[in-house]
């Protein structure tokens, strides 16, 4: 149960100030009554961050917001904040990337990418431990995934069809923004994220759908849309990576109902790839994707430099956000002032030197742990069930395989998946008895006046 002070304050101020004083206290035990709102608003905000507005920090508000309400949680006792064994990469790679821009001149940019890569994420893993604790805070989890997944495939299949007037919002349409502007991307601004996101949530789906939490109509059209979804990215890593994980289900699955479920995807997967090969301008994009080779080469290009950028600089690696300028200079043949990676091993083996790859991959290894995590006899039905700890092993791999087609800069995709990272650390100290938290009651507004 959350809990605050038990304490009176008393305020000499009268009238207008005491009331204002008493709006913010009840404004605060709002929030800290319902961490989990506040923290699943953070993340719509990272996955709807508006770039062509000027308050464009609006992501980092609702996060600033949403850490200090669990500090605030944590530091009055109604909530228990534990370290992992995980925490320890996270601090050794937190702490190559500060000393690595402690010593850069101040480039908000490079800020920006240290809080997208490490900061969130990070901190969003041991903030999830706290915020997420009873069924009620996994329905709300598992809600809004299921409505942040019906609105990214509604927005594709939009854009498949050509219904741009429906997309929402305004700023994915504008080619002078983000990335692949002429496929379905996504308020991301970037295909493979838009499908790591799809192919991420679409199993959370399935898991919804085995667990009865969606069915019926809704269920039927989430699940039918969700490999039109993914082919609207007209992206081969997508839709290989989307084909891995359900193969997967299908034919390594332990459980028939999610193997059944897992078919009836692939079978609507294929009817809407047959009637999308119907429309002559759609069968030719396809085409075209597929033959397509030109990425191909350029990605062998990147790959070839950053091998001889590690080279020079093995140990220390180049620092945050130094590759791109300098992956320009040693690639040749593209003119560009600046060259991406397209590989988060790459980018970091590159960046932070061989202890910060080792750390990164021993961060993998402990979160690919996780689905030993023993449930609490109290949880056999939860979210976090043992199907859920079944499916994590996917979810993982569509995560790490598309590390290696994609710099993971995205706040909403790291957020997703270090949250439920932290989740099931959570659980796991909640079986092993060293979870816990102590129940008192909230301050109420009305001892403020007093």
């Known amino acids: 149960m959350i809990a605050s002070i038990q304490t009176r304050i008393s305020i000499p101020w009268p009238g207008a100030a005491a009331r204002m004083v008493a709006t913010a206290f009840r404004a605060l035990e709002a929030l800290l009554r319902a961490p989990s709102v506040l923290y699943l608003a953070a ?9 062509d507005i000027e308050f464009h920090e609006v992501d980092r508000v609702a996060f600033v917001l949403s850490l200090l309400t669990v500090a605030i949680l944590v530091i009055t006792g109604c909530r228990k904040l534990s370290f992992e064994r995980v925490t320890w990469p996270m601090l050794g790679l937190f702490s190559l990337a500060i000393a690595s821009v402690a010593g850069q001149p101040f480039d908000p940019q490079t800020w920006s990418l240290l ?14 431990g706290v915020v997420f604790t009873e069924n009620k805070h996994f329905r ?21 069809v050509g219904a741009r007037q429906l997309i929402f919002p305004r700023f994915i349409l504008d080619e002078s923004l983000g990335y692949h502007a002429d496929r379905a991307r996504g308020p991301f601004l970037q295909a493979v994220a838009n499908g790591v996101s799809l192919n991420l949530l679409g199993i959370l789906a399935l898991h919804a759908f085995l667990r009865k939490r969606i069915r019926g109509v809704s269920a039927a059209m989430l699940l039918v849309s969700l490999p039109l979804a993914i082919l609207a990215t007209m992206t081969r890593a997508v839709w290989l990576s989307f084909a891995i994980s359900m193969g997967y289900l299908i034919f390594r699955s332990h459980n028939r109902q999610l193997r059944l479920i897992a078919v009836a995807v692939a079978i609507a997967g294929a009817m809407g790839l047959l009637i999308t090969l119907s429309f002559d301008d759609q069968r030719r994009t396809l085409s075209d994707r597929l033959q397509e080779s030109g990425p191909l080469e350029f990605r062998r290009a990147v790959y070839t430099g950053g091998w001889q950028m590690f080279l020079e600089k093995p140990l220390t690696g180049w620092g945050v956000n130094q590759m791109p300028a300098e992956l320009a200079r040693h690639v040749s043949g593209y003119r560009h002032k600046e060259l991406y990676p397209h590989n988060t091993y790459l980018e970091i083996l590159v960046e932070h030197g061989v202890l910060g790859l080792a750390l990164y991959l021993w961060l993998m290894w402990e979160f690919w742990g996780l689905r030993r995590a023993p449930i609490p006899l109290s949880e056999p039905t939860s979210f976090l069930d043992q199907h859920f700890h079944q499916m994590w092993p996917v979810l ?23 949250t439920m990272a932290g989740m099931l650390a959570a ?9 816990g938290c102590r129940s008192r009651p909230l301050l109420s507004p009305r001892e403020v006046t007093q």
């Open 115 to 128: 809080a997208a890569k490490f900061i969130v994420p990070f901190a969003m893993f041991h903030m999830a």
């Open 43 to 51: 993340l719509a905000a990272m996955l709807l961050r508006p770039p």
């Open 396 to 418: 993982m791999a569509v995560y790490c395989v598309n590390a290696s087609l994609v710099v993971m800069n995205y706040q909403f995709v790291n957020g997703i998946v270090f």
């Open 427 to 435: 659980q796991r100290r909640r079986a092993t008895g060293l979870a």
């Open 140 to 160: 709300q989890f598992e809600l809004f995934g299921l409505i942040v997944l019906a609105y990214l495939c509604f927005t594709a299949i939009a854009f498949l």
